[in-house]
């Protein structure tokens, strides 16, 4: 079974600095998707960044940006230039190519201070 | 709709009634899923629709849940004698399709049984 794992609970940035939230995962398959979502206190859940895993190149948003490893199972989520509006939990998923369920870690809080 | 809609935002209720929560779609998508979130924790998968059937429903957790839905609209699920570990907040997401596609979520219910 796929598991995903977020093993910082907590992290804190500067404003305007930069900050990587780690991801790892575990799964027998070759073909599948990696998301990174963020959760405000709205609790609204909202798309930061898609990877798929056939692709090599590495997927970039703006000032969010993840580093694939796929041999290491590593996706983790570079955040440039950290504004207080980027302060959420984030959550790293993943999604089988053939299952529609996405599988989620616990998250990381960030908080960004001014 | 311009996004995934819930209903209702907050339900408190007492411990033994039955309640419903709501999700509307984005109109258009084909494929719908409902997440458990419990407090501090990632999101759990409980079951996904593609049209009206449901091709996965491992992740319900009792026979007290049940979910429904109507064509490619409108699902409801349901919480048949409610106990205090079902509070959480209760998240609708749906995509174009069931694979390979990316889930849109909406703003959660959360459920408070007393």
């Known amino acids: 079974a796929q598991t995903v794992t977020q093993s910082q609970p907590e992290m804190s940035v500067q404003e305007a600095e930069t900050v990587t939230l780690s991801c790892t995962y575990d799964?027998?398959?070759?073909?599948?998707?990696l998301f990174w979502y963020k959760q405000p206190p709205s609790r609204q859940m909202i798309l930061v960044i898609r990877?798929?895993?056939?692709?090599?190149q590495n997927a970039t948003e703006n000032r969010f940006s993840v580093n694939f490893q796929k041999a290491a199972k590593s996706f983790s989520l570079k955040i440039s230039d950290s504004q207080l509006g980027d302060a959420a939990m984030y959550f790293c998923a993943f999604l089988y190519n053939q299952g529609g369920k996405l599988i989620f870690g616990q998250g990381t809080e960030l908080s960004v201070k001014p | 709709g311009a996004g995934v809609s819930q209903s209702p935002s907050n339900k408190v209720t007492e411990k033994g009634k039955d309640v419903e929560l709501r999700c509307d779609p984005i109109s258009g998508h084909t494929a719908l899923y409902w997440y458990r979130q419990r407090l501090g924790q990632g999101l759990e998968f409980l079951i996904y629709f593609q049209g009206n059937s449901a091709p996965d429903k491992s992740g319900l957790p009792s026979d007290r849940f049940s979910a429904e839905r109507t064509g490619e609209s409108v699902s409801t699920l349901t919480i048949q004698r409610t106990q205090q570990e079902d509070s959480a907040v209760y998240l609708c997401?749906?995509?174009?399709?069931?694979?390979?596609?990316?889930?849109?979520f909406g703003p959660g219910t959360r459920l408070l049984v007393l």
């Open positions: 990877q798929e895993a056939y692709k090599q």
């Open positions: 799964t027998s398959e070759s073909d599948y998707y």
């Open positions: 997401a749906s995509s174009l399709e069931w694979y390979q596609e990316t889930q849109y």
